[in-house]
């Protein structure tokens, strides 16, 4: 039998506090939400004065990299290439969602929204970031 990483309620706090005090550090009021590999919310957070859809994106940023093992920027690349039918696949194409792997496994995923989408995913980055580095 296969063993693999998975994500407890303390890594999911260790990588929203990183995402939140990138989110900070740059005056950003964003929403943070970060899912088990199945794509099941751990953890929810939005930040005073983020927009209130951000609450409903983030998590769907986040199941979309469990769904499919790519950043979301993935699928809002295509879709700004012209590939319109990949507005069709059941994942956000919106930049902001980042895949957590360790040791080469998916273990879950992080979705932030509220900022510009490259703000977001600079801000997922620091989160997954927390949980990949040393």
Partial sequence: MKTKPWLTLSDARTIAAAAEQEAARNGWSVTIAICDDGGHLLWLQRMDHAPLMSAQVAPEKARTCVLTGKPSKVF???????????????????????????????????????????????????????????
């Fill in 76 to 134: 809002e690349e295509m879709v700004n290439n012209g590939r319109y039918a990949a507005l069709r696949l059941p994942v956000v194409p919106l930049e902001g969602g980042e895949p957590i792997v360790i040791d080469g496994q998916l273990a879950g995923a992080i979705g932030v929204s509220g900022v510009k989408a490259g703000e977001d995913a600079q801000v997922a980055r620091a989160g997954v970031a927390a949980i990949t580095t040393g």
